[in-house]
């Protein structure tokens, strides 16, 4: 068994649940070590205000086995920084794993690196993949060779044991789901657009419309340039 190193991106607005849900799981994952890495050591906030410091810079990060990159609606700014690209192109390249949760999926699209490969992300972000030359697939969690991507937020915990499985086997993800004792049974059937009223649907639609647009358009002009 070879040692792990175990990465992930933090960025202002990314949602929190992105990237704790995959570290509660990835952090415990037998001979690894993890950490986490923004583009400087100051804070990041997330979504709704909570701060979260980075390990190192990504300056200062090694090659990593396993890179994680969470989503959120700060992803929209990273999607434009040509620094934050280029990291990730050049982890991925010697990563064994690059797994994204949500909307970091479009943040790897926008490196180029989903191209023909199938991938999921937010329900309300997916019909954006395409965009990307990505092969959007309906599903909580997507592999394609060292690609594994979660749809939203919570199914990074379905992402990140999925990977567990893959890296540590079935015996050691399992464990690590009983210590968690991640056994869901939500007290509503409103976890997709599918399930949930159509009303809720709607109004969910209405309330990120506007985001949704401004994403659209920036991911537009980034698409462009692979043309």
């Known amino acids: 068994m070879s040692h792990l190193t175990i990465g992930s991106l933090i960025f202002d607005e990314l949602d929190q649940v992105d990237l704790t849900g995959p570290h509660e799981v990835l952090s415990r994952l037998p001979d ?3 950490a986490i890495y923004g583009r400087t050591m100051a804070p990041a906030r997330d ?30 700014a990273q999607m434009a920084d040509p620094v934050i690209l280029e990291w990730i192109r050049r982890q991925a390249e010697g990563a064994q794993v690059v ?12 490196t180029g690196l989903l191209r023909g490969r199938r991938a ?4 309300a972000s997916h019909h954006i993949l395409p965009s990307f030359g990505a092969v959007p697939v309906r599903a909580r ?82 698409a462009a340039a692979f043309t």
């Open 32 to 34: 690894s070590s993890y």
């Open 99 to 110: 797994f994204t949760v949500c909307t970091g999926a479009l943040l790897l699209g926008a």
């Open 141 to 222: 969690v997507v592999e394609d060779g060292k690609y594994v991507t979660a749809a939203g937020v919570t199914s990074g915990f379905d992402g990140a044991l999925h990977l567990a499985g893959r890296l540590r086997g079935q015996a050691a993800a399992e464990a690590i789901q009983l210590y968690m004792q991640y056994d869901p049974k939500p007290p509503f059937d409103a976890g997709t657009p599918e399930t949930a009223p159509p009303e809720i649907v709607q109004a969910t639609r209405t309330a990120m419309a506007g985001v949704i647009a401004r994403r659209e358009e920036m991911v537009r002009r980034i």
């Open 47 to 76: 979504m709704k205000g909570l701060r979260i410091l980075p390990d190192a810079t990504l300056d200062e990060a090694p090659q990593l086995d396993v890179l994680h990159i969470p989503g959120g609606f700060g992803v929209d």
């Open 120 to 123: 999921t992300t937010h329900w």
